[in-house]
Structures are given as C-alpha cells and as structure tokens.
C-alpha cells in the first residue's frame, strides 16, 4: 500500500512570495489533515477535511494560506504572500476516519529568506 | 493552553540503557485517544500506539511498553534496551471525542531520544 505523498520536499523562497504544497493521501483515506511544525515543536493541525469539505480551520491563518480537496483526494495548501515565521516543515496525514492512526507523509521543509 | 505536557526536552542514554518518556495530558473530555509517535531524522512521524480512555491495560510490544494511568493523566512510554536505531524524537498526542476536534491531534513539544553505542 502506497503511503502519503507530499511534494515539494524542500522550498526556499523570499518572504512575500508565494509557495504552493501538494499531498496525495492513502487510497480510500476520506479524512485529510495539512499540520505545520515548527522547529523544535509538536505539529499543530492547520485544516482538516472531510472528503472535500473542510471540518476544523480554526488554526489556518485565513489572511494569507488557503487550502482546497478538490474530489476528495489530492489537497493543495497556499502560502500567500510568505512571512519569516512561516518558516516550517507542512506535513500532510490521512486517515480513514475518526480516532484511528493518522498516517503521515515526509513533508515539505519550507524555508523563507 | 498545553493539553499535552512532554517536559523532559532530551534524554541521552547508552545502548542497552532502558528509558522512560513522560506524558501528561489535560482534558474534560470522558472519552478521548492517546498517541505516541516517532520522528526519526528522516522526519516521518511513525505512529507506535494508540489507546482510548477507557482502556487503562499497560501494553507491551516488543522492547516497547506503555504505562496509561487516568488517576495522574499520564501516559509514559518505556524503551527496554535501547539501541542506537531509537535515537529520534517522540511525540505523545491527545484526540478528544468531541464534535469540533474529531479525529484531531493535539501534540506535546517532544522528547529528544539519543542513544549512543
């Protein structure tokens, strides 16, 4: 079985412009979570979908990421326009619902200069 | 506020050593999930047990076991004689069964495991 797909695995950009994530989740995986973790920190959940709907935003800074499930699988997450503090690593997890594991891709290392 | 408390920020060992990782959790929530997850250098969050609220039977997987105890919210995480492959970091987390945080994981800082030969 496939894991989490993620791409880019590494993204260097200057601040104020814009970079864009990609994740391909577990075939079937209907419940798709972006977190963002921060060197040296646990992973903090960013959104949460449900298919293609979104179930938890509460955490995603509205003002400059957005992120979309189109049909349900593949997920983009937006930076834009960039900010030093957004310097993370965006890692994207699957589950096929409710409380079970979440698995998780390798991440995408996002680096603003 | 912190849901999930890791306080020890490293631990060094030598191989063969045992180690014990503290986890302290918060919520009001009956019933609620507890995780432990591993995070090599390679950066992949591993994921290692799961258990829900009401399930306080220890478990034992290999040179793994988990302690969960409800009477001090902790949930400690034990590796029987390490060994250089363990050296990553582990997270423990907390899922609350409510409608808002469904399936949510809320992550503690992490511990930093090093083991040297």
Known sequence: ?113 | AQKVTQAQTEISVVEKEDVTLDCVYETRDTTYYLFWYKQPPSGELVFLIRRNSFDEQNEISGRYSWNFQKSTSSFNFTITASQVVDSAVYFCALSEATTDSWGKLQFGAGTQVVVTP
């Open chain 1, 1 to 113: 079985e496939a894991g989490v797909a993620q791409s880019p695995r590494y993204k260097i950009i200057e601040k104020r412009q814009s970079v864009a994530f990609w994740c391909n989740p577990i075939s079937g995986h209907a419940t798709l979570y972006w977190y963002q973790q921060i060197l040296g920190q646990g992973p903090k959940l960013l959104i949460q979908f449900q298919n293609n709907g979104v179930v938890d935003d509460s955490q995603l800074p509205k003002d400059r990421f957005s992120a979309e499930r189109l049909k349900g699988v593949d997920s983009t997450l937006k930076i834009q326009p960039a900010k030093l503090e957004d310097s993370a690593v965006y890692l994207c997890a699957s589950t096929s619902g409710g409380w079970g594991e979440q698995y998780f891709g390798p991440g995408t290392r996002l680096t603003v200069t």
